[in-house]
């Protein structure tokens, strides 16, 4: 279970402790600021300042240096910081979250410096909200290959045993394609991994890279069920080390090799499929060019490339005082749909097919979250509180976000046509969700490899 500490009986004792007037003053500004007063704001003193009911969250200031955390920086960054030391509770998270994310620029912009001067009556003392361990500290040129070298590991360098909790059998870290809503996180992660295969329509001794291969498990995939040989690359020696034994236990690993290696690194080298699976949020939008370039580059003449990637709302862009950019995935970036088709075209491929997957990511994320709040002790254990509590606070805004359609996910399939147009591509797209699936099960590239044993659970 979550600790969800101070929310309760024992923070409803008389208004009376504190300054009661100023109590009642940040929570007026807090409700000018979200737009509501249905909740309440309890105090370390045990005092609750009450709001309107029924009251969707309770806001729980578990220490006078709470306030100290709210107005040490801007909101998103503030709040985060506070929930993330254990200095302020929110039960429940979700509603609270969501109130926030239909809440205006123009309001925070308006009401955030009420709330600070509100909590600086209250006892707030500036400058004492010091950054914590969670945070990222990168140095650096943003985006060099040592910082995004240093980016990656701060987010995937955690004991694999961690994500383990949460992540199906194969920990594939992305989202995942629910033929229906009841379908289970392996059976629809196992689903994901092959609609990618379908959609580069992969044949046996192919070659593959992955750009981004996380732990290895598309890369195995492809390998075990479609017999082609494939490439994965990650900056994530962690990551690396967990690929390689994976597909050593597997039996995989003279046709499923791994490196670490930057995507701007790959040279010499010709592939007749290229996947990128939750890459391109790390690439940068200065880089998103070279990114694109890279990836024609390594394609042989009618060879296809699949993007798959969080995207944002035109105009919109992730704040580098975010909560994301703080904690979860330092320097990380979204760009809209419309311009990563523009930047794959520039590069010289040819986009053949946008796909969004945005529900399937919320379902996906729920999963996880609920895995998560099962082996929370262990989460703890693995990788502090801290940490943990960043990865619900992460896992819940990214439901919100993609249930509100704030952010999206959409998959990019694109092609380097032959010098005569040659495309390969299926004139329907039935071919990827119908067809292909007979065309797998009959393939000679999977008779070869299906007597191989299942992919190991990752938990080493």
């Known amino acids: 279970m979550i600790p969800c500490r101070g929310v309760g009986a024992g923070y409803h004792a008389a208004v009376g402790a504190v300054n009661t007037s100023g109590a009642r003053r940040l929570h007026r500004a807090l409700a000018r600021l979200l737009g509501t007063d249905r909740f309440h704001v309890a105090l370390w003193t045990g005092d609750v300042i009450e709001g309107g009911a029924p009251p969707a969250f309770t806001l729980a200031l578990r220490s006078r240096h709470a306030l100290d955390v709210l107005v040490g920086g801007l909101p998103e960054r503030a709040f985060g910081r506070a929930y993330v030391t254990g200095e302020l509770e929110i039960d429940p998270l979700e509603p609270f979250l969501e109130r926030v994310a239909r809440t205006p620029a123009w309001s925070v912009a308006t009401g955030w410096p009420r709330v600070v001067a509100a909590a600086i009556a209250l006892g707030a003392r500036p400058g004492r909200g010091t ?32 994500y ?3 992540l199906d059998r194969t920990m594939t870290y992305s989202c ?108 940068g939008r200065d880089q998103l060019r070279e990114y694109a370039r890279s990836l024609q580059r390594a394609l042989r003449p009618g060879g296809r490339a699949l993007v798959h990637g969080i995207t944002c709302r035109p105009q919109a862009r992730l704040n580098r ?31 053949r097919d946008v796909e969004s997957l945005r529900e399937h990511y919320a379902l996906t994320l729920q999963h996880w979250r609920r895995r998560l709040d099962q082996h929370w002790d262990d989460a703890v254990r693995l990788a502090g509180e801290r940490r943990a509590r960043v990865w619900r606070l992460y896992m819940t805004g990214s439901i919100v976000g993609f249930r509100l359609g704030s952010i999206a996910i959409h998959q990019t399939l694109a092609v380097r046509p032959t010098e005569t147009g040659g495309s390969g591509v299926p004139l329907l797209r039935s071919d990827w969700y119908r067809d292909g699936r007979r065309r797998r099960q009959a393939s000679p590239a999977r008779a070869r490899t299906q007597a191989a044993p299942r992919e190991p659970a990752a938990t080493h």
């Open 131 to 162: 950054p914590g361990d969670a945070e990222a500290h990168l140095r650096g040129l943003r985006h060099s290959r040592a910082r995004d070298a240093a980016a990656v590991r701060h987010h995937y360098d955690l004991p694999p045993e961690f």
């Open 176 to 283: 995942a394609y629910f033929e229906d809503e009841d379908v289970d996180l392996d059976t629809a992660q196992r689903a994901k991994l092959d609609l990618v295969c379908r959609k580069l329509r992969l044949r046996a001794d192919e070659r593959l890279l992955d750009v981004g291969c996380g732990w290895g498990s598309l890369v195995l995939h492809a390998v075990r069920e479609y017999g082609v040989r494939a490439v994965g690359i990650t900056l994530s020696p962690r990551q690396l080390e967990v690929a390689r034994r994976s597909a050593a236990e597997a039996g995989l690993q003279h046709r499923a090799e791994f490196r670490l290696l930057d995507y701007r690194d790959i040279a010499g080298e010709r592939f007749d499929a290229i996947a990128s699976v939750g890459m391109i949020e790390h690439v």
């Open 321 to 351: 005082a975010s909560f994301i950019n703080t904690f979860v995935f330092p320097d990380g970036e979204l760009e809209d749909a419309g311009r990563v088709v523009r930047e794959l075209e520039f590069a010289g491929l040819e986009v």
């Open 164 to 166: 383990a909790l949460f």
